[in-house]
């Protein structure tokens, strides 16, 4: 089934991240598929601020992967992939582990670890329409 969330300007974020939370509930790891600009980071910041993450949540594009605690007491990890050149980089930081935690794993570039990903990923689009709004789509 294919799903797709508008968001229109900054204020829309909050309700765009609790729609997207409700309508992937049950799926754990999420790929963020979307160029430069698209808003990877916005959103995913969106997203923890509705899960009661209160800790700043940015790019974790040097340190490759963020941990936040949710309002629930549960981790939720965010990973930047755009460094990533060998699989064995991501390899090295434990990426299994993280990806078999059974927490909430956000990742941003995942084309550079495409490989690894197990099957049950959600991969999201994130495409930047010609008035500037956002479009989030998936299927599962």
Excluded at 19 to 43: Q, S, Y
Excluded at 47 to 63: H, M, R, Y
């Amino acid at each position: 089934m294919k799903h797709e969330i508008t968001i229109h300007g900054i204020q829309d974020l909050d309700r765009a991240a609790a729609e997207f939370l409700r309508e992937i509930e049950g799926h754990d790891l999420v790929a963020f598929f979307a160029p430069m600009g698209a808003g990877k980071t916005t959103f995913t910041t969106a997203i923890c601020k509705a899960l009661g993450v209160t800790d700043p949540v940015g790019s974790p594009t040097f340190a490759i992967v963020n941990e936040y605690m949710k309002a629930d007491g549960e981790p939720l990890y965010h990973f930047d992939f755009y460094r990533i050149n060998k699989l064995s980089e991501a390899i090295e930081i434990g990426l299994d582990d993280y990806l078999y935690s059974g927490c909430l794993c956000i990742m941003e570039w995942p084309e550079n670890v495409e490989e690894l990903l197990p099957e049950d990923t959600l991969r999201v689009s994130i495409s930047v329409n010609p008035d500037m709004t956002r479009t989030i789509s998936w299927e599962d």
